[in-house]
């Protein structure tokens, strides 16, 4: 089956520094990878689409200087927190998907990040 | 644009009983559905996965079907445990997952 591995689960970071969270796909290529943040006890919020070798696409409200997102390869895709805040506090999950109907949509096991 | 919305919102009930969780979606224009479970904390887990050309899927307790042409899909669980306490999301996929609000499932023991 798909796999996609995130890392790191959890981070704990100062305000003011950047924090980059890794997305890949390890048995499989992903033509589009998926950011998603979730607040405590809300759902999960759709940031961002990115496609190997492109700009990624922000979704309304999403800032991308801040969010800044980044997909080298069919494989790895990167979420950086630029100048983070304690409000960017949050659960980050990506998603792969790769171009076949019989995988559907693959998320990685999410980073909670802390920012104090 | 995609627009999910999960009834109930949240539910409680003993353990042993039949659940029917419903999900619609706005947008039929999808490949798949998936549901999936989340742990207070935690990441997703995949239940089922009902490619659009399919009406229903099962896995043990559980059993799925999707009406893509109402924009409809439902989860039955079967003889409930308190292990199935959680958060239960349907997710169509199309160009990308719109998740709805969830159902937040509590069994009582």
């Known amino acids: 089956g798909a796999v996609v591995s995130q890392h790191p689960s959890w981070v704990i970071c100062k305000s003011g520094t950047s924090v980059k969270i890794e997305c890949r796909s390890l048995?499989?290529?992903?033509?589009?990878m998926f950011w998603y943040r979730q607040f405590p006890k809300q759902s999960l919020m759709l940031m961002a689409t990115s496609n190997e070798g492109s700009k990624a696409t922000y979704e309304q409200g999403v800032e991308k200087d801040k969010f800044l997102i980044n997909h080298a390869s069919l494989t790895l895709s990167t979420l950086t927190v630029t100048s983070a805040h304690p409000e960017d506090s949050s659960f980050y999950i990506c998603s792969a998907f790769m171009d076949s109907n019989s995988y559907g949509y693959t998320f990685g096991s999410g980073t909670r990040l802390t920012v104090v | 644009k995609q627009e999910v919305t999960q009834i109930p919102a949240a539910l409680s009930v003993p353990e042993g009983e039949n659940l029917v969780l419903n999900c619609s979606f706005t947008d039929s224009a999808i490949y798949n559905l998936q549901w999936f479970r989340q742990d207070p904390g935690k990441g997703l887990t995949s239940l089922l996965l009902?490619?659009?050309?399919?009406r229903e899927q099962t896995s043990g307790r559980l059993n799925a079907s999707l009406d893509k042409s109402s924009g409809r899909s439902t989860l039955y669980i079967a003889a409930s445990q308190p292990g199935d306490s959680a958060t239960y999301l349907c997710?169509?996929?199309?160009?990308?997952?719109?998740f709805g609000k969830g159902t937040r499932l509590h069994i009582l023991p």
């Open positions: 997710a169509p996929e199309g160009d990308k997952i719109i």
């Open positions: 009902i490619q659009s050309s399919q």
């Open positions: 048995d499989f290529q992903a033509t589009t």
